[in-house]
């Protein structure tokens, strides 16, 4: 089975900072990879979804990279509706998360 | 609109049983695979069970094989997931969510907003 690894578990940051999340997959996935934006009482929101393209409607703002085993979430000048828990995920197997909190 | 709109959690006792409905609007719901993925407290995301557009396949987590059923019905637009045989740790939010094939690759593309199973004494 794959698995998939978030890093870091909690990351600390400031409206207008830049934020990167990392996901690495324990083996050759290709693009096949996907993110999600939780906040507590609502439903799960994808972001990205083959690795880099941009869902329609998702600020500019979010960006992924990454191909084969790593990947990365980045977020350029983070807005205040930004503080939430972001996921990586491939197909049916989704990390352990990474919450944005406010530092 | 798409929307998934969950209902039928609540408190339960271990060993007891519980039925979740999705109801789906907003899209043709028959062309969909469709999934349940549940947030126990404290918790990452989990998958659950998987459908097929046309009930064609079913799949499920090892975690709940054998005690939980996953079902559709395209007239009503709606999905279900059977819970038989509860344990403390099935406690969690449980999302229904759309699994949409695009550029090659699937991805869970709308959410709803949960319900929340808790199994308690």
């Known amino acids: 089975d794959i698995q998939m690894t978030q890093s870091p578990f909690t990351l600390s940051a400031s409206v207008g900072d830049r934020v990167t999340i990392t996901c690495r997959a324990s083996q050759n996935i290709g693009t096949w990879l996907a993110w999600y934006q939780l906040k507590p009482g609502k439903a799960p929101y994808l972001l990205i979804y083959k690795a880099s393209t941009l869902k329609s409607g998702v600020p500019s703002r979010f960006s992924g990279s990454g191909s084969g085993t790593e990947f990365t979430l980045t977020i350029t000048s983070l807005q205040p509706d930004d503080f939430a828990t972001y996921y990586c995920q491939q197909y049916r197997t989704f990390g352990q998360g990474t919450k944005v909190e406010i530092k | 609109e798409v929307q998934l709109v969950e209902s039928g959690g609540g408190l339960v006792k271990p060993g007891g049983s519980l039925r979740l409905s999705c109801a789906a609007s907003g899209f043709m719901f028959s062309t969909y695979s469709m999934n349940w993925v549940r947030q126990a407290p404290g918790k990452g995301l989990e998958w659950v069970s998987s459908i097929g557009s046309g009930s064609t396949y079913k799949n499920y987590a090892d975690s709940v094989k054998g005690r939980f059923t996953i079902s559709r019905d395209n007239a009503e637009n709606s999905l279900y997931l059977q819970m038989n045989s509860l344990r403390a740790e099935d406690t969690a939010v449980y999302y229904c969510?759309?699994?949409?094939?695009?550029?090659?690759?699937?991805?869970?593309?709308?959410w709803g907003q949960g319900t929340l199973v808790t199994v308690s004494s």
């Open positions: 969510a759309r699994e949409t094939y695009s550029n090659a690759v699937y991805y869970f593309d709308y």
